[in-house]
């Protein structure tokens, strides 16, 4: 069945540091990748998000990269900050159905 | 903000009850997507619908429904509430359905309390 798993499930770092989440989907017809923000209490927010035909993207100190043939997804924060911390999902979806399969989340947590 | 509201924020009832979460999508967006977030499963998609006809199904229970109205707001309605329903109940909404890149727009979420 279509799964995705990430990791880890907890990182903490330094602040200017970076920080790297990985995912791992199953359904090799799965071909839009987002990274959901989620701050306690408050919604999912859309931080970025990558399709099947790019292997990488980036928006200022977020990035992420795509490896179709090994099934992962990577999602890289540079120069981390206090406010960066949440808990970030990765999620998988394909082509014929919109449905979002979410990882299990990272907590992510930056030190001053 | 981003554009997709939920009603009511907090919700206390008993088990056994019944109660209806409200959704309306951003303005322009056709397809409305209602996910469970609980502590031990996680965000996990229930439904969608796509300009009122129902689009896809999750491992949404029997006990749950939903549907979508001619102006585009949508409706879950809970059960036979069970202690386990319990969770934080998001909507989300895209301009499109299948066949695209659909950014899903989260709401606030309804958090939902069975005692």
């Known amino acids: 069945g279509e799964n995705v798993e990430q990791h880890p499930s907890t990182l903490s770092v330094q602040e200017g540091d970076s920080a790297v989440i990985k995912c791992t989907y199953s359904?090799?017809?799965?071909?839009?990748f987002p990274w959901y923000k989620q701050e306690l209490g408050k919604r999912p927010q859309l931080i970025i998000d990558i399709r099947s035909n790019v292997g990488e993207k980036k928006d200022q100190r977020i990035a992420v990269t795509l490896n179709k043939t090994a099934k992962h997804f990577s999602l890289h924060i540079t120069e981390t900050q206090p406010e960066d911390s949440a808990v970030y999902f990765c999620a998988a979806s394909k082509y014929d159905t919109d449905k979002l399969i979410f990882g299990t989340g990272t907590r992510l947590q930056v030190f001053p | 903000d981003s554009g997709v509201t939920q009603t009511p924020k907090h919700l206390i009832t008993a088990t056994g009850q019944r109660v209806t979460l409200r959704c309306s999508p951003r303005?322009?967006?056709?397809?409305v997507y209602w996910y469970q977030q609980s502590l031990d499963q996680g965000l996990q998609f229930l439904i969608q619908?796509?300009?009122?006809?129902?689009?896809a199904k999750g491992n949404i229970l029997e006990r749950f429904s939903a549907q979508q109205f001619p102006d585009l707001h949508s409706e879950l309605n809970l059960s036979s509430l069970e202690l386990g329903d319990s969770a934080l109940y998001f909507c989300?909404?895209?301009?499109?359905?299948?066949?695209?890149?659909?950014?899903?727009?989260f709401g606030p979420g309804t958090r939902l309390t069975v005692l």
């Open positions: 989300a909404s895209s301009e499109l359905a299948g066949g695209s890149y659909n950014e899903q727009f």
């Open positions: 359904d090799s017809a799965s071909n839009y």
């Open positions: 303005s322009g967006d056709l397809s």
């Open positions: 619908y796509y300009n009122g006809e129902e689009r």
